[in-house]
């Protein structure tokens, strides 16, 4: 099966700082979503990216299917960045079903 | 707020016991998936449903099973409950067609705590 690779496994911030969280896939996707949990467990839609490059206020993402990898990026960090940070993706060879990377553990520091 | 809405938010139980998780997907979507997670598994895909048949199935214990009914709502059926599927159980709905999944929207989730 595919394989979802997400680093680093953890961050630490402080409030103001840039990040990228990097995610690579072993196989070509027709999907690729990038997700937030908060410290309370939701699982927030952050980007919806199966290819090319998408930005939402201070965050921003990049997917470059071709070379199997993704890039979220996250500016001027704040506390309530924190949290864990995943990439899923659907596969050709198992459709219907989003495959989730183990995720990035993210602690802005005020 | 995702337009998914699941219930019982929380729920704790006794081993051996059966529950039912309830799941009500966005407005005109007609695909419902089912995902647990566990500290030691990550976000694992359980099953998937679309227009009330099932189109892709996960690591599904036996002890678990699904159905998607008429009006779309859906539902995760856990028996025999053992400590280990103490977990947090999503569900998510899409607009996807049978063969592609969309872009997913999550459910606040159902912790179930098994004692």
């Known amino acids: 099966g595919i394989q979802v690779e997400q680093s680093p496994p953890d961050l630490i911030l402080q409030e103001g700082a840039n990040s990228t969280l990097r995610c690579n896939f072993s196989?070509?996707?027709?999907?690729l979503q990038w997700f937030h949990q908060n410290p309370w467990g939701q699982l927030i839609n952050l980007f919806y990216?199966?290819?090319g490059t998408k930005q939402n206020g201070r965050l921003s993402a990049t997917t470059v299917a071709t070379e199997r990898y993704s890039l979220l990026y996250i500016s001027s960090s704040q506390t309530t960045d924190s949290g864990v940070y995943f990439c899923?993706?659907?596969?050709?060879?198992?459709?219907?079903?989003?495959?989730f990377g183990t995720g990035t553990l993210l602690a802005v520091q005020p | 707020d995702s337009g998914v809405t699941q219930t019982p938010k929380h729920l704790i139980t006794a081993t051996g016991q059966r529950v039912t998780l309830r799941c009500s997907p966005r407005?005109?979507?007609?695909?419902v998936y089912w995902y647990q997670q566990s500290l030691d598994q990550g976000l694992q895909f359980l099953i998937q449903?679309?227009?009330?048949?099932?189109?892709a199935k996960g690591n599904i214990l036996e002890r678990f099973s699904a159905q998607q009914f008429p009006d779309l709502h859906s539902e995760l059926n856990l028996s025999s409950l053992e400590l280990g599927d103490s977990a947090l159980y999503f569900c998510?709905?899409?607009?996807?067609?049978?063969?592609?999944?969309?872009?997913?929207?999550f459910g606040e989730g159902s912790r179930l705590t098994v004692l």
């Open positions: 998510a709905s899409s607009v996807g067609t049978s063969g592609r999944t969309g872009e997913l929207f």
């Open positions: 196989d070509s996707v027709n999907n």
């Open positions: 990216i199966p290819s």
């Open positions: 899923a993706v659907e596969w050709g060879g198992a459709t219907n079903k989003l495959i």
């Open positions: 407005s005109g979507d007609l695909s």
């Open positions: 449903y679309y227009n009330g048949e099932e189109r």
